[in-house]
């Protein structure tokens, strides 16, 4: 079966480290994945969108890896900050199928 | 600006109840979704709309169902509702199929009692 792990449910650093998020799909052909942030009875906000044939893109203090082989996309945030404490959450799309599948997310804390 | 719009933010109704939750976006996307999130599970797909008159069922659809008569607006209802669809539910519309972020609404808090 198709699934899509993030395999922190939390993460905890200190203030000016970088923070590095995984996810890890099976049993996909994914597209592209993209990133979002979540805070607190909000809903979803974009971050970045990475394609298949991409290995890396870079937003500000952003960077995601995609990686096809490994089937995994890294999320880092560099010089970390406490407003950057959030839940990330990261979505695929497939080649078989349209619609978008998010992971359980990944809820980060930056201490200050 | 444009933006995107759910309503009730918190609703509570009894099993069985007919609810709909209403989604309006003023981005003129054809796209619209509807998720539920619950803990350990993120974001799932219930349904979605490429258009006026198209519907289609996502990862968890039954219980649900939508409609699209205009471009703005996807209501989504719980035909009777149980309490297993207690939950957090999100509408996000795009412009495109694709590689298209999502703009998500702020969402709907539902009980089920």
């Known amino acids: 079966s198709q699934k899509i792990e993030q395999n922190s449910e939390a993460l905890n650093i200190q203030e000016g480290k970088t923070a590095t998020l995984t996810c890890n799909y099976t049993?996909?052909?994914?597209?592209?994945l993209q990133w979002y942030r979540q805070d607190p009875g909000r809903g979803p906000v974009f971050l970045l969108l990475i394609r298949e044939n991409e290995k890396e893109k870079r937003k500000e203090r952003l960077k995601v890896t995609f990686d096809t082989t490994l089937k995994q996309s890294l999320f880092h945030i560099t010089a970390s900050q406490p407003a950057d404490s959030a839940t990330y959450l990261c979505?695929?799309?497939?080649?078989?199928?349209?619609?978008?599948?998010f992971g359980a997310g990944t809820r980060l804390t930056v201490k200050p | 600006d444009a933006e995107i719009t759910q309503s009730p933010r918190h609703k509570i109704t009894e099993t069985g109840r007919q609810v709909t939750l209403a989604c309006h976006q003023t981005?003129?996307?054809?796209?619209m979704f509807w998720y539920r999130q619950d803990l350990g599970h993120g974001l799932r797909l219930i349904h979605y709309?490429?258009?006026?008159?198209?519907?289609n069922k996502g990862e968890v659809s039954d219980g649900y169902s939508v409609s699209r008569s205009n471009t703005e607006d996807l209501p989504l209802t719980l035909e009777s509702a149980a309490s297993s669809q207690t939950s957090v539910y999100f509408c996000?519309?795009?412009?495109?199929?694709?590689?298209?972020?999502?703009?998500f609404g702020p969402g709907t808090r539902l009980t089920v009692l």
């Open positions: 049993n996909y052909s994914p597209a592209y």
């Open positions: 996000a519309s795009s412009e495109h199929s694709g590689d298209n972020e999502q703009f």
């Open positions: 709309s490429y258009g006026v008159q198209d519907t």
């Open positions: 979505a695929l799309v497939s080649y078989n199928n349209n619609d978008m599948r």
């Open positions: 981005w003129n996307h054809n796209n």
